[in-house]
């Protein structure tokens, strides 16, 4: 069966950082975050009994370090269905991937809903999410709708997202503003394998669990004062972990630093608006929708922001019916 599946990055409200297990993708720490409506990846999965290799072709190329993760997880999930059947999957986003605006997340979301489909097999959300955090950490997020908390877990199955909140629980607006299309210089994986050595990293361990419940009750409450404060104090100690890694990790470009004081400036013009930042350049500046328009003006006017891109809080990923292939 040939199945399409369009899944959304997300952006993380906490982050996740460093890993117990690297080959189950176990996070050191949960994590909150926020599904993008606005950005997609989709892709198409068949299964097919002539062909003797899968097929792996991403944004239009065949990078084998990609391909060879879609294959990890088409084992995972040929193994679950019973199956050893090969695969051809065609897979598109309609944002830059590779620059820190999880399109890996997006990426293994659509794939782990397509390929079980196409595979025969029904899991539960909780499962797919499990499996999808096999293929990328921050996947197992995005297999959810709105506003979503990672589990911690030191096991397999104690490690899984689930939404707090439905996307229509609060019409929040993120403006994303794209300083470079290229490829982060230093990959995810590498930075999380990094982590613990940071003379800050423990201490935020401490701290994460009592983060986590005032971000969550700050969404409770729509509270957007206190979730922008939250949001944007924790990506400066987010970034402090990788500039304190040995060797530092400095994703930041000089539009990303540009983009970040003019957040700040908006505030002082009565503009609600706070950014934050994932392991990439590109910034999310996130706002409410009387102010979307505003944000969106003054960002383009940067001289080094190329342009941005619109997103609001989405949905668990959906089925298409028009295929790649």
Not at 4 to 25: C, H, M, N
Not at 95 to 103: A, D, N, Q
Not at 131 to 152: H, I
Not at 182 to 197: F, Q, W
Request: charged residues 25%; negative net charge; proline residues 3%.
């Amino acid at each position: 069966m040939k199945t399409t599946f369009q899944a959304s990055p997300d952006i993380a409200l906490v982050k996740y950082w460093g890993k117990k297990d690297e080959v189950l993708r176990l996070p050191e720490n949960g994590s909150v975050s926020m599904v993008l409506d606005g950005l997609f990846t989709k892709t198409t999965v068949e299964f097919e009994g002539n062909l003797t290799l899968d097929e792996v072709l991403i944004s239009g190329e065949v990078e084998e370090g990609e391909a060879s993760r879609v294959i990890k997880h088409l084992d995972r999930i040929r193994e679950i269905a019973g199956i050893k059947k090969c695969a051809k999957v065609v897979s598109d986003n309609n944002f830059p991937k590779g620059t820190g605006l999880s399109s890996s997340g997006s990426g293994f979301a659509a794939l782990t809903y397509a390929g079980c489909k196409a595979a025969g097999i029904n899991l539960s959300e909780k499962e797919l999410s499990i499996l999808a955090r096999q293929g990328s950490g921050t996947a197992c997020r995005c297999v959810c709708s709105g506003y979503v908390e990672w589990k911690d877990g030191n096991a397999s199955e104690e490690s899984f997202s689930e939404t707090i909140y439905p996307f229509e629980w609060w019409d929040l607006r993120d403006v994303i503003a794209v300083v470079d299309d290229a490829k982060k210089l230093v990959s995810s994986t590498s930075g999380h394998a990094l982590a613990h050595t940071s003379i800050f990293y423990e201490s935020r361990l401490k701290l994460i669990g009592k983060k986590i419940e005032a971000v969550k009750r700050a969404l409770g409450l729509k509270d957007f004062k206190m979730l922008g404060e939250l949001v944007e104090a924790e990506a400066l100690e987010f970034h402090s972990i990788l500039l304190t890694s040995q060797p530092s990790m400095i994703a930041w470009y000089p539009g990303s630093i540009e983009v970040m004081l003019a957040t700040q400036v908006m505030r002082k013009d009565g503009i609600e608006a706070y950014f934050t930042i994932n392991t990439g350049f590109n910034v999310h500046v996130l706002t409410l929708p009387q102010f979307e328009e505003e944000v969106k003006r003054r960002l383009e006017s940067l001289p080094l922001v190329k342009r941005t891109i619109l997103a609001c809080a989405g949905d668990k990923p959906k089925e298409l019916m028009e295929h790649l292939f």
